[in-house]
């Protein structure tokens, strides 16, 4: 069976990209150049994309076979997408970072989005938006099904807990569940808030499962 607590950081960690890439193409984040010329944005966005290929790591670690083993393979297969999109994206930011860094030593810029419209990189704004959206859709549906899948990992998880924790646990399902149908009618990008919920949900959930 696949290891909830895997599934869990990887959301996590794609929620804590898409905000980032959020703020950085939509919102236009601010940039600072340090004495080597490194943007400042650049350790945030490495830090990310470690954390996102080593939980991805996880995820070819074969299961043993049990009675759910189809939808296992399923929510697996799910997710080694998402986390393949989420690590293209991740991989094209820091390239677009490692450029700017080289052709912008000499000059500062106020936002990563202008930074690209200097650079005439006004495709690249537009390419990398459309995966943003895409993966905050991809991310949407992989939430709604490990919270809701009778048969999904983070519900066998559910299962074996005692009491006390499954109660906590199935209040901060549902407080995940409330964060996303509400971004999902609301029909735009996730705001800070709302992450920064489905992020501390995430966190609490594998907490608390990892505790009990």
């Not at 980032?20 to 940039?31: A, C, R, T, W």
């Not at 189809?70 to 930011?93: Q, V, Y």
């Not at 939430?143 to 006390?164: F, H, K, N, P, R």
Request: include cysteine.
């Amino acid at each position: 069976m696949l290891d909830p607590f895997t599934a869990l950081s990887l959301a996590g960690t794609v929620v804590q990209f898409v905000d980032f890439g959020n703020k950085l193409i939509k919102e236009g984040s601010e940039l600072y150049h340090s004495a080597s010329g490194a943007l400042s944005v650049n350790a945030e966005l490495e830090n990310i994309t470690v954390n996102l290929k080593a939980v991805t790591k996880k995820l070819e670690t074969p299961s043993p076979t049990n009675t759910r083993s189809t939808e296992t393979t399923k929510e697996t297969e799910a997710l080694r997408s998402l986390a393949e999109s989420c690590s293209e994206a991740a991989d094209e930011l820091l390239k677009v970072l490692e450029d700017l860094k080289v052709k912008g030593a000499n000059r500062q810029w106020q936002s990563f989005r202008q930074a690209l419209r200097s650079s005439h990189k006004k495709d690249q704004i537009r390419k990398i938006e459309k995966k943003l959206d895409k993966l905050q859709q991809m991310l949407n549906t992989r939430l709604i099904a490990m919270m809701s899948d009778q048969q999904s990992s983070v519900t066998s998880l559910l299962e074996s807990l005692d009491e006390g924790s499954n109660s906590r646990m199935t209040q901060l399902k549902t407080d995940i569940i409330d964060v996303v149908q509400r971004t999902k009618n609301a029909k735009h990008d996730i705001s800070e808030e709302d992450s920064s919920r489905l992020s501390h949900g995430l966190a609490s959930m594998i907490q608390e499962g990892e505790t009990s």
